[in-house]
């Protein structure tokens, strides 16, 4: 059992850490993973955590039964014939001032164009929402970790202000073969890709003619949005600039009783079918359902 608590960080270092974790309260993880990747994480959180502060509770073979690792200033790791303590520091360090980043500063600028593209969505007279133009949007990939591994197809739907429902389905080509593993779960192989797939840099350019200014919308969407930001970035594409919206945690908070929350147990909890699950075009389908059904009863809106 690995524990880790989370203080002011980046949410993208929270969306990140549920790869692995389950976050059982706000910026506290719970997870069982190998040591190796027990590391692996806390790496990662070492070099994303910005200003933030984080914690690690790991199984050891010690007096107590558990070690740890902290980030906190104030306090310090010492061990004590065996056993791990917290000691309070009377004289934490000085905190560095640390300048931002290119990619943290990026990462604002996104932020701030997708707040000013919010407002241009909200009536200038009565100061209600105009109805806009909706995409959900799904990817399937050859793996979790965006900078390691590619995206094999790209699904969305676009729910226009007139109501009528427009498609946009692409397979990608991809270096390398598609694992056993992932051809069972979405059905793609490598044969197809080379068939029918499009390289990458152009089925992301005809991905941003399609959704244009309009509202994104994806279940786990922080997922799909890291692989799209790493490859949009990594081929000098335009980032997408468009207000997100994961219906993930709209719907824990609307239904707090779920077994769990994956995609097919929440669809077949608001009865939404999807009958070729882990494909881009048909989960994207879903999740444009599933948009609408959470509008419909007040747990959001756009």
Do not use: C
Not at 213 to 230: C, H, K, M, P, T
């Amino acid at each position: 059992m690995i524990v880790i608590t989370l203080t002011k960080v980046p949410p993208s270092l929270r969306g990140d850490l549920t790869k692995w974790y389950q976050e059982v309260q706000t910026g506290v993880y719970v997870g069982n993973v190998s040591a190796r990747i027990r590391d692996l994480v806390w790496e990662r959180v070492m070099k994303n955590i910005g200003s933030g502060e984080a914690t690690m509770v790991y199984n050891a073979k010690n007096e107590l039964g558990y070690q740890i690792k902290t980030t906190r200033k104030a306090y310090e790791v010492v061990d004590f014939d065996g056993i791990p303590l917290m000691m309070r520091l009377n004289h934490p360090p000085a905190v560095a001032k640390h300048g931002f980043s290119n990619a943290a500063k990026y990462h604002r600028a996104k932020v701030m164009a997708r707040k000013n593209m919010k407002k241009t969505n909200v009536g200038k007279s009565t100061g209600t929402s105009v109805a806009a133009t909706i995409v959900s949007l799904d990817l399937e990939t050859t793996g979790l970790d965006a900078a390691k591994n590619q995206i094999i197809a790209i699904g969305a739907v676009k729910r226009q202000k007139n109501g009528e429902d427009v498609s946009f389905h692409k397979l990608i080509r991809i270096d390398g073969q598609v694992r056993k593993k992932i051809t069972e779960l979405t059905g793609i192989t490598s044969e197809r890709l080379s068939a029918e797939g499009v390289e990458l840099v152009s089925a992301l350019q005809k991905l941003e003619a399609f959704v244009k200014d309009a509202v994104i919308v994806g279940y786990n969407l922080r997922f799909d949005e890291a692989f799209l930001s790493y490859n949009i970035q990594n081929n000098g594409l335009p980032e997408l600039t468009n207000q997100m919206i994961d219906l993930m945690p709209v719907v824990k908070k609307a239904n707090q009783f779920l077994e769990n929350y994956r995609l097919a147990t929440v669809l077949k909890d608001y009865d939404i079918e999807n009958l070729t699950p882990h494909h881009a075009l048909a989960d994207a389908e879903a999740t444009l359902l599933l948009a609408m059904k959470l509008m419909k009863n007040g747990s959001f809106h756009i």
